[in-house]
């Protein structure tokens, strides 16, 4: 099964800052993907990262909010821009890995955010 | 679009009694579905899933569940509780045709001794 590191585990931040995250993965993985955990409520999906182009975004969810960067088959950023209190959550990397047959998804440990 | 009910928020069971979380799901064709369990301060785990064949799929740390087509459902269970299953789970269903995965809003168990 894949391996993904990511980082920051947790950070607190100011209102109006950035914060980007990272996601690495120990083996080339064709889909990964950025959820988004809201207190007390369930994971959604932000977007779909794909290598050598831009992320495809779910509705609700704006590249100028959001940019990713998607650089090789192994790694994955996701800033979290001009933040506000709103914005604390847990965000969580994912990845499709076709060597267990590409139907489910393994994760990160997440990164708890917190905007003050 | 697809969709799942996780009807329960919390689930409360002793240990050693079985246990059951339930889940629905709503997709256009035939579904994908998951099971995933989330412990304190950590990543999503995955449990089991269910693809095609049997309806009663094994997972791990002797969970199961049943998929039910005309009900459709994918309800989780285990015989016997366990302390250490305490944790949020979280039932996920995709449609074969599409990558996007769809959680429920997620079951609490707890588990008493």
């Known amino acids: 099964s894949a391996v993904i590191s990511q980082k920051p585990s947790r950070d607190i931040c100011q209102r109006g800052t950035s914060l980007t995250i990272q996601c690495q993965v120990d083996?080339?993985?064709?889909?990964m993907f950025w959820y988004r955990q809201q207190p007390g409520q369930s994971l959604t999906l932000i977007a779909t990262?794909?290598?050598?182009?831009?992320?495809?975004?779910e509705s609700g969810f704006v590249i100028d909010k959001f940019p990713i960067s998607r650089p090789n088959l192994t790694f994955s950023t996701l800033t979290v821009s001009n933040m506000s209190p709103e914005d604390s959550s847990i965000y969580l990397c994912?990845?499709?890995?076709?060597?267990?047959?590409?139907?489910?998804?393994?994760f990160g440990s997440g990164t708890q955010l917190s905007v003050l | 679009a697809q969709s799942v009910a996780q009807p329960e928020d919390q689930v409360n069971v002793a240990e050693g009694n079985p246990l059951t979380v339930k889940c629905t799901y709503s997709?256009?064709?035939?579904?994908?579905l998951f099971w995933y369990v989330q412990y304190p301060n950590r990543g999503l785990q995955f449990l089991l899933k269910?693809?095609?064949?049997?309806?009663l799929v094994k997972g791990s740390y002797g969970f199961e569940a049943e998929f039910n087509k005309s009900q459709t459902s994918f309800h989780l269970k285990k015989p016997s509780a366990l302390v250490s299953d305490s944790a949020l789970y979280f039932c996920?269903?995709?449609?074969?045709?599409?990558?996007?995965?769809?959680f429920g809003t997620g079951t609490r168990l707890q588990v008493t001794l």
């Open positions: 269910y693809i095609t064949g049997d309806n």
């Open positions: 996920a269903v995709r449609d074969i045709t599409a990558s996007k995965l769809t």
């Open positions: 997709v256009s064709g035939n579904p994908y």
């Open positions: 990262a794909n290598q050598g182009s831009e992320a495809t975004y």
């Open positions: 994912s990845v499709e890995d076709r060597r267990t047959g590409g139907e489910k998804l393994f």
């Open positions: 083996s080339q993985v064709t889909m």
